[in-house]
């Protein structure tokens, strides 16, 4: 089985400052990973996955994670965020048997501040 | 941008009473999910259905959930007996291909209050 742990539930920011939002997974087999976003009274919007390759990956919105094997981490990044980013991310991970169920973490809420 | 629709956005419903939680997914998408995230809890998978099948089921998805595509646009689940746990939001999603590889496309769920 696998489970994803998001560190922190609430990330408060100031406007134009960088932020990372982490993401740990635990799985016996190998997994792929995604970030989402929710905007409120939206559906959940794919913001970048990792498959394979490269291990830095971008996305829409500025947004780049990168995938480390050796500490099961995901941790999405950005430089400079604006008050538009705030929303709740969600890490999330399908095992690479079962490539149907998205197992996700309990989301951070990053809210920019003016 | 396509988007994938649910109605209605909040219901509430009496324990023991039925319930039809309804979608729209996109339109050339084939596989369709159930998602539910209980108040304070991890969205959790339901569900997936590809040409009229169930293809996966988590063990959330007991005998009272049902899921149907009555026509060609629509997707449903059904609760038969609501109990005061399944209160929830239920996302529903769609994708073109098989699995989330690609990515889903959700919708922005149905708050079900279950009293």
């Known amino acids: 089985a696998q489970s994803v742990t998001q560190l922190d539930s609430q990330v408060p920011v100031f406007e134009e400052a960088p932020v990372e939002l982490r993401c740990n997974y635990s799985?016996?087999?190998?997994?792929?990973l995604f970030w989402y976003v929710q905007y409120p009274n939206q559906g959940l919007q794919l913001l970048l996955k990792?498959?394979?390759?490269?291990?830095l990956v971008k996305g829409i919105n500025g947004f780049e994670a990168e995938f480390n094997k050796s500490q099961t981490s995901f941790h999405l990044r950005k430089p400079s965020v604006h008050i538009s980013d705030t929303a709740e991310y969600f890490c999330?991970?399908?095992?690479?048997?079962?490539?149907?169920?998205?197992?996700f973490g309990s989301g951070t809420q990053l809210t920019v501040l003016p | 941008e396509p988007e994938v629709t649910q109605t209605p956005s909040h219901q509430v419903t009496q324990m023991g009473q039925e319930v039809i939680l309804r979608c729209v997914p996109i339109?050339?998408?084939?596989?369709f999910y159930w998602y539910r995230q209980i108040l304070g809890q991890k969205v959790e998978f339901l569900v997936s259905?590809?040409?009229?099948?169930?293809?996966?089921k988590s063990e959330i998805f007991d005998d009272q959930f049902s899921v149907e595509r009555p026509d060609g646009s629509n997707f449903t689940l059904k609760i038969r007996s609501t109990k005061l746990e399944d209160s929830a939001m239920y996302f529903c999603?769609?994708?073109?291909?098989?699995?989330?590889?690609?990515?889903?496309?959700f919708g922005s769920g149905t708050r079900l209050t279950v009293v």
């Open positions: 339109s050339n998408h084939l596989y």
């Open positions: 259905f590809y040409n009229n099948e169930i293809s996966e």
């Open positions: 799985s016996s087999v190998s997994v792929y």
């Open positions: 999330a991970v399908i095992a690479s048997g079962s490539a149907r169920q998205l197992t």
């Open positions: 990792y498959l394979s390759g490269s291990t």
């Open positions: 999603a769609s994708s073109e291909r098989d699995g989330g590889l690609y990515g889903y496309t």
